[in-house]
């Protein structure tokens, strides 16, 4: 926590680069930081840091960035942590990455945040060490990580508009020393952090990232926004597991492992974060909806069902109960429709969400207001008064508002948010936070084990022989068919295999592309006439030669990434699984069970365990194939991409029929 201290709640803060001139950076964080309750020294770009600037726990440095480094270079033993909003570095090429390394090592052993960052808020400390103007509301327990400012600059305007409280805003700008991984090893033993925000571009050290996530998904929740999420421009690669293997499904699927919250937009990360900070957690999947149009009422019962949870019909008692608060025209059942009964809204909106809250029969409510609703001030002030946070503790399960209206309403509806009531912009983006608050929920239910720690790495020098290939794939446990590479047809002829065969080119990349693969051969006089129809397409390459084995093909591979490291995958269809897309990726080393569980979340899972009528294959088989896959890419990190496709997988085996890697 020494950094976390160092960074917001600092004693002394030094500002270089301090101004009274208007209009200037230096004039802005000089007011910034005026309302600062600890001690603030402000110096001017050429001034000198003498002994008054000794013992300075922040350092906040925004001077031209030519002359960063010797301004660093003088605090390094005077503050714990400098934070550099200088711009001018790594973001503008070779020279400027050349000065940012400079910075940092002329801060050692002080760390630094940054450089070409927004700055850091400590909402609950009134610091503002940032180039916003103000801080987000104090109070909440959301802190906010974002590599870019504009979500650091956003906070505060969604804050104060959506009364959503914070305790910590941080950017990281270039990431130069401090990473976000270190931050949230440092958050998740923070009391006033609640529910952790990380919206970033790039992550360099994303195997530590998801190892701190890992960590800290069982205390609390981590909602992570990653840009740039489609696969555009990920490298090729001439294999099956280089093509599929995009780094952002593989960082997807990473993260889902370790429990974080995934979200799409920055716009979704806020909503999300407000679901969880002002609301105690989904325990289960069942909603009441409580709303004043039928209509509306339908789209938000759909939206729900596409987020995994249901609106459940209401016991015929509870059903009575609701019943005798409802004009005779108006509907009982789930959802509850009020009917735009306008006169009555601020008596029953609050009465129907109250029976339904304490009723045992639901997880959470949903209170839909449509226009006229929503305009009603005494209606909202009614449901914030009695469903707000000041409600009995039997009636504990989440309320959340959906409201379908202009912006207009927006100032109407804070006596809500100020009662711990959060209040979204249609059913969609309701639905959305909500079934992100059910399956954390869940998933923490479930727990999650830390990652395996990488072994202590081999060399075996691998060529492309796949004689040596099938050698390594033995020596770490990985079933094979065995094979025989025959270079002439003499040595087909006389080679020794059971029948029904295949025979093969043995190094095309894609041999049914090539036409090089002949199946189901009953004789040797079939295998001798394939073999020569194959024999020139084979070059010096020769024929693989092995009995044809029956069952479900299998893609396993694994994936040396430059950020991430090892990677282990599996996937459905064989030669379809690119156009499948059935594919799933994790964090290698791996443990049986998991490898297990990676297996069952295939989407054509059903199809392997026995639907229709067809044989199951035997899980745990494949289970080891694909721990021993990520064992051996683990350690050996000159391979970067090991393929065995397919797998031919049945009720009692797993067996490799093809195999390939790839070098640097």
């Known amino acids: 926590m020494l950094l976390l201290t160092a960074l917001f709640t600092p004693r002394r803060v030094l500002l270089v680069g301090a101004s009274r001139r208007p209009g200037t950076l230096g004039r802005l964080l000089t007011e910034n930081l005026g309302v600062f309750p600890g001690e603030l020294i402000c110096k001017g770009s050429g001034d000198v840091l003498g002994e008054d600037c000794h013992d300075v726990d922040l350092a906040v440095v925004a001077t031209p960035g030519p002359i960063v480094a010797s301004i660093v270079d003088q605090l390094a033993r005077k503050a714990k942590v400098i934070v550099v909003l200088s711009a001018g570095f790594a973001e503008t090429g070779t020279a400027g990455r050349d000065l ?8 050692r052993p002080a760390r630094v945040i940054g450089p070409n960052c927004f700055g850091v808020q400590n909402c609950n400390a009134l610091l503002n060490a940032s180039i916003a103007v103000g801080l987000p509301l104090a109070g909440g327990g959301i802190a906010l990580v974002s590599q870019a400012g504009t979500y650091a600059m956003a906070a505060r305007a969604y804050s104060h508009d959506d009364r959503v409280r914070f305790s910590k805003v941080i950017a990281l700008g270039n990431a130069a020393d401090v990473s976000a991984a270190e931050l949230m090893a440092e958050l998740r033993s923070d009391p006033t952090s609640t529910t952790l925000c990380f919206a970033m571009e790039s992550l360099p050290d994303a195997r530590a990232f998801i190892e701190q996530v890992r960590l800290t998904t069982p205390r609390k929740p981590v909602v992570v926004y990653k840009a740039g999420q489609t696969d555009a421009g990920a490298r090729s690669a001439a294999s099956h597991t280089g093509a599929v293997a995009a780094p952002s499904s593989m960082l997807r699927d990473a993260l889902a492992q370790a429990g974080a919250v995934q979200v799409s937009s920055g716009e979704e990360l806020f909503d999300t974060a407000q679901a969880f900070d002002m609301q ?5 999947p069942r909603i009441g909806v409580v709303s004043n149009s039928g209509g509306a009422a339908v789209e938000m019962v759909d939206a729900l069902a596409q ?3 249901s609106v459940p019909v209401l016991s015929d008692p509870l059903r009575d109960r609701v019943a005798a608060q409802l004009p005779g025209f108006a509907s009982a059942r789930n959802p509850v429709d009020i009917t735009p009964v306008w006169s009555q809204y601020s008596q029953l909106y609050p009465g129907i969400v109250e029976i339904l809250a304490e009723s ?3 997880d959470a409510v949903v209170v839909l207001l449509t226009h006229r609703a929503a305009e009603d001030e005494q209606t909202v002030h009614a449901i914030a008064s009695r469903c707000g946070v000041s409600r009995p503790p039997t009636a504990a399960v989440p309320i959340y508002v959906c409201t379908i209206a202009g912006r207009a309403v ?3 509806l804070q006596p809500l948010q100020d009662a711990g009531i959060p209040c979204f912009d249609g059913p969609t983006r309701t639905a959305r936070a909500v079934g992100h608050v059910y399956r954390y929920t869940q998933a923490r239910a479930h727990g999650v084990t830390p990652l395996q720690p990488l072994p202590d790495p081999l060399h075996p020098r691998l060529s492309n022989d796949q004689a040596e290939l099938a050698e390594l794939l033995t020596r770490f446990g990985i079933p094979i068919a ?6 002439s047809l003499d040595e087909v002829e006389h080679t020794d295999v059971q029948f029904p065969a295949v025979i093969k080119i043995a190094a095309a990349e894609h041999r049914t592309e090539r036409d090089g693969v002949r199946l189901n051969i009953k004789s040797r006089r079939e295998l001798i006439a394939a073999a020569a129809d194959l024999i020139t397409r084979a070059g010096g390459g020769g024929l693989l030669v092995q009995p044809q084995l029956a069952g479900v093909e299998i893609m396993v591979g694994a994936v040396n990434d430059s950020s991430l490291g090892p990677v282990v995958m599996v996937g459905l269809g064989g030669i379809w699984v690119e156009i499948l897309n059935d594919i799933a990726f994790a964090l290698a080393p791996i443990r049986h069970g998991d490898a297990v569980a990676l ?16 044989s199951p294959i035997n899980p745990d088989r494949l289970a080891d194939v694909v721990v021993q896959v990520g064992q051996l890419c683990a350690e050996c990190p000159d391979i970067s991409t090991l393929t065995l496709n397919p797998v031919i997988v049945t009720s009692t085996d797993a067996v490799a029929v093809d195999w390939k890697s790839t070098s640097p």
């Open 100 to 107: 940012q390394a400079e910075v940092v090592a002329a801060a």
């Open 280 to 284: 105690p957690p989904l325990a289960g």
């Open 307 to 309: 987020q995994g949870l």
């Open 360 to 362: 045992g029969e639901l």
């Open 410 to 412: 927006r100032a109407t």
């Open 482 to 487: 065995p094979s025989r590479l025959c270079r």
């Open 599 to 614: 297996i069952s979340g295939l989407a054509g899972y059903p199809i392997l365990s026995g639907a229709r009528g067809t």
